[in-house]
């Protein structure tokens, strides 16, 4: 435990090397060593300092090659430094040795950014017939299908995840825009019309709700909405529509 927690606080100090001995020692003692603060934190490492890390990982996982917190920590910092083939051959090597939704998620996420856009939506499907409730799964798989231009699919994912959220409200906002995206202006201007009473996103309903009006050429309704628009990142682009529409 205590070498543990000096390692922490070795790589959050980036003393690398120092670190990997520490959790070197631990797996030598059939210890369960964790790699949490290292991929944690491999964000703000530098390309370099990953880098180093990915030699003294490969030579670890030469000794310890189904290791999980090893596979998961190098293809984190695989991916980080561009090299997301190889990221993906040891994001694959974790799913076998551990298949859950963290490593699901990761080699979907990998075989997207590599282009096997297909492979990514296939595995996502079957891991949510296995895991239904699994929110990350169901999150990363919508936002594939999005991208993938498959957007009623992802209207039907993001309106299962509001059921299990009701409140949360960027999320219903997300699956009114799709509505309204993919026709349905009733359902889609219904959840905006509630999320006008919310604070904090009642200024992005009231906008969407104008241009969904200004689509469905209810002019006088267009305005009313975008007048409603008082503050935030929609105000000038509210403005502009009313200068269009009162002009």
Do not use: C, W
């Amino acid at each position: 435990q205590a070498k543990q927690v000096l390692a922490d606080q070795l790589v959050i100090h980036q003393d690398f090397e120092q670190a990997i001995a520490l959790l070197e020692e631990i797996l030598a003692s059939n210890g369960d060593a964790r790699f949490e603060t290292l991929a944690a934190n491999s964000q703000s490492f530098t390309s370099a300092q990953r880098n180093q890390l990915i030699e003294q990982l490969d030579r670890l996982l030469g000794l310890y090659p189904n290791n999980p917190q090893i596979l998961l920590s190098q293809a984190i910092l695989l991916q980080l430094n561009g090299r997301s083939d190889e990221a993906l051959r040891h994001a694959n090597q974790l799913y076998k040795t551990q298949p859950g939704p963290r490593s699901l998620s990761l080699k979907s996420k990998l075989n997207h950014q590599l282009g096997h856009t297909k492979k990514a939506l296939s595995d996502l499907s079957k891991g949510l017939e296995l895991d239904p409730e699994s929110r990350p799964l169901r999150v990363l798989y919508a936002q594939i299908l999005i991208d993938a231009k498959q957007l009623k699919e992802a209207q039907e994912q993001f309106t299962l995840l509001l059921q299990q959220s009701p409140l949360d409200h960027q999320l219903k906002l997300t699956v009114a825009l799709l509505n309204l995206e993919n026709g349905n202006n009733q359902v889609g201007d219904k959840l905006l019309k509630q999320l006008t009473k919310i604070p904090g996103i009642a200024n992005e309903a009231y906008y969407y709700l104008g241009q969904s009006a200004h689509k469905q050429q209810q002019i006088d309704q267009a305005i009313s909405y975008y007048q409603q628009v008082s503050d935030g990142e929609k105000m000038l682009p509210a403005y502009h529509q009313l200068g269009t529409l009162l002009l």
